[in-house]
């Protein structure tokens, strides 16, 4: 079922516009076992979205600096084509449904985050991190610099898109790390 989603997500036009019906034709599965695991099909594609995804790489670096520095440039290289192009149809879908969009947060993207959220509340109760430092927006600063330059550049992957990545995560590091 997931699989079929998927697909009918990647090959509609106006992303995730399609129907049960196409589902249960595509999936080989009636609609009462759809139903019986989704609640709807809004659920049902936000866990479709999110079957390749795997949590952002945690490199074993000496330091949590460059643990992020290698994490986060793993990450921007990580993205290929067809996976900027489910990216394109997940932000499409989360535009149009609100709802959606924060279900694909707490179901999958707040998880993949959680390795490096406790890397840095470790740091902070270890003292490398400022302790008014709020982890979370601090996370949400490097996310962005990753996600700014696929989604409204259009560079994921290049060296200078790696090196912009870097020189941000520098500044959030000058900003939140104990001097």
Known sequence: MLQASRELISESANAGEY???QLVERSGVSRAAIYRRWDSLRTLNVAALDIDRVPLPQPAADTLRETLLQGYAQGVTAIDDSAMAMITKRLIMGLRDPALQRSYWERHV???RQDFTELLLR???DGQIRKDIDVEIALDLINGLGY????VRGEWGTKAA???????IELVWDAIAVK
């Open 19 to 21: 129907t049960l019906n």
């Open 110 to 112: 707040r998880r993949r």
């Open 123 to 125: 740091a902070q109760q």
């Open 148 to 151: 700014y330059q696929g989604v």
């Open 162 to 168: 790696q090196a912009r990545v870097a020189a941000g």
